[in-house]
């Protein structure tokens, strides 16, 4: 349906389905698109940790034969750990075809004054945080809002 629907031709779209039904395999395909054709950058947003992890991981496995430059960017700097060698490197995004990270990750990154360039698609996971009033709901919504602004 989401091929259907334009996927590949640039149409946005709001994929809501069960649990391994194929939202990542849609993610997945729109990104190849834009990175391999429009040469653009793909920014995959996840409200949790553990889960940018997974996707960064999952990417990193499913593009490794393209040569597709992976990055992550959780909010580190904020976690006090004692152990950061497992940390994948968050540094020089500039560089990377598809950037994973959590909502927090990527505000931080904007409101210290980065600017993201060349963006082709982002992917956010779990949209339906945008309906929390006291938690995530706002932060998206401004953080949705600051990527906009960055096209311009």
């Known amino acids: 349906m989401a091929l ?6 640039g149409k946005n779209q709001l ?6 039904a194929g939202k990542t395999l849609v993610g997945e395909l729109a990104s190849l698109k834009q990175v391999l054709k429009h040469k653009k950058k793909v920014l995959y947003l996840s409200p949790l940790v553990a889960l940018a992890n997974t996707k960064y991981e999952s990417f990193k496995k ?4 393209e040569g597709f430059k992976i ?3 959780v909010g580190i700097p904020r976690l006090k750990l ?8 968050s540094k020089n995004l500039d560089n990377k075809d598809i950037i994973v990270g959590t909502y927090e990750g990527f505000d ?3 409101r210290s004054g980065y600017k993201f ?3 082709g698609l982002v ?6 945080t945008l309906q929390e009033q006291e938690d995530r709901g706002p932060d998206l919504d401004g953080l949705i809002t600051r990527l906009k602004m960055q096209k311009h």
């Not at 259907?4 to 031709?9: C, D, F, K, P």
């Not at 499913?62 to 034969?65: E, I, S, V």
């Not at 004692?82 to 490197?89: E, G, L």
């Not at 992917?123 to 339906?128: A, G, T, Y």
């Open 62 to 65: 499913n593009f490794k034969k």
């Open 108 to 110: 931080q990154l904007l």
């Open 117 to 119: 360039s060349n963006i």
């Open 15 to 20: 994929i809501v389905a069960d649990t391994s």
């Open 82 to 89: 004692k152990n950061r060698t497992n940390i994948p490197d």
């Open 123 to 128: 992917i956010i996971d779990e949209i339906q």
């Open 4 to 9: 259907e629907s334009g996927l590949l031709h």
């Open 71 to 73: 990055g992550l960017r």
